[in-house]
């Protein structure tokens, strides 16, 4: 199956590496030409387009910031749409809008492509790794004729539905995770305040009910006053801006979501937009007049 990658970002940089190191041919795109260079120096081929890319592969891959990218790159000029053969299928793992899936879909379907939503889960480390929690929506038949190779992306790869599906079970993902950090950070400013270490609570806590994969993920971050990304606040705030946008769609009221959303929308007004969204800590902190840190009170 000759593969094309589209997105050579945070993400799309390792994922497109792994398959390149699974034997597969790769040809690749990016609008930025130092990600481009970066995969032609580890074996992969240079296409000028995403049509350029659609023309010459049976699979492509994208994996782009929201849908404004993705509408553009598949269905704007130069895109996917003008070089794709029936019968081709695009596998979009970026995270967005479940209703922007569901309407590239259906142009793709006028033209005989397959489309398959295969948003990820595990950030930046996982991807490197190839274990990638990948969720997905579209045909079972798809699904099967691409699922050996998103495995090499990945440790596991669910068909949740439909088109659209894989992208709802994101903003699932995104809301529980979203909501266990803005929980641990409330825990912990309460915990420095009232004069015991964070760090002892997190080890106390951790192999009890409260522990998570978020909190061992994030506490040891935080406890240092670490917020390197990872996964950015304003990605974050994208992936909560359309959980809120399907739940109004929907008729589901969100009511949680909505609050972490304006704690994000509350630090990005203080310049810490692109810091991990660990740092939604530092809101708490700033409320309580506080510092969580190892030892206690800082
Ligand atoms: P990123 O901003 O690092 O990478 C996006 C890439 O897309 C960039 O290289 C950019 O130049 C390229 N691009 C933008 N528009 C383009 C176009 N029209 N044509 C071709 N290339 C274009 O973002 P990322 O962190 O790699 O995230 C990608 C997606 O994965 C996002 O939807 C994000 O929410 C999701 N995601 C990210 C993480 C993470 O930890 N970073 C984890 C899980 C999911």
Do not use: W
Not at 235 to 259: C, F, R, V, Y
């Amino acid at each position: 199956m000759r593969i094309g990658f589209i997105g050579l970002g945070i993400m799309g940089k390792p994922m497109a590496k792994n398959l390149l190191k699974a034997g597969h041919t790769l040809e690749v795109y990016d609008i930025v030409e130092a990600q481009v260079k970066e995969l032609v120096a580890a074996g992969a081929a240079a296409a000028s387009s995403p049509k350029d890319v659609a023309a010459r592969n049976d699979l492509i891959i994208t994996m782009l910031p929201n849908s404004p990218h993705v509408k553009k790159a598949v269905l704007g000029e130069g895109g996917v749409i003008e070089g794709a053969k029936p019968g081709s299928v695009l596998v979009d793992m970026s995270s967005i809008a479940p209703l922007a899936s569901l309407e590239v879909a259906a142009e793709l379907a006028k033209k005989g492509i397959e489309m398959l939503d295969a948003p990820v889960s595990g950030g930046e480390p996982k991807a490197i790794d190839g274990t990638l929690a990948i969720m997905v929506g579209g045909k079972e038949a798809v699904f099967e004729k691409v699922k050996d190779v998103l495995l090499k992306m990945g440790a596991s790869a669910v068909l949740c539905g439909d088109i659209g599906a894989g992208n709802v079970t994101k903003l699932a993902n995104q809301i529980i995770v979203a909501l266990n950090i803005a929980a641990m950070s409330e825990a912990f400013v309460l915990a420095t305040k009232a004069g015991v270490d964070p760090e002892r609570v997190f080890n106390a806590i951790k192999g009890g009910l409260a522990g998570s994969t978020v909190l061992n993920a994030k506490a040891p971050m935080v406890l240092e006053g670490n917020y390197k990304p990872g996964f950015r606040i304003e990605l974050h705030i994208k992936d909560l801006q359309n959980a809120l946008d399907t739940a109004h769609e929907t008729g589901t009221p969100i009511l949680l979501t909505s609050q972490v959303m304006e704690i994000m929308q509350a630090l990005k007004v203080d310049g810490k937009q692109s810091d991990d969204h660990g740092g939604i800590i530092q809101f708490y902190e700033k409320l309580a007049g506080v510092k969580v840190r190892k030892g206690g009170a800082k």
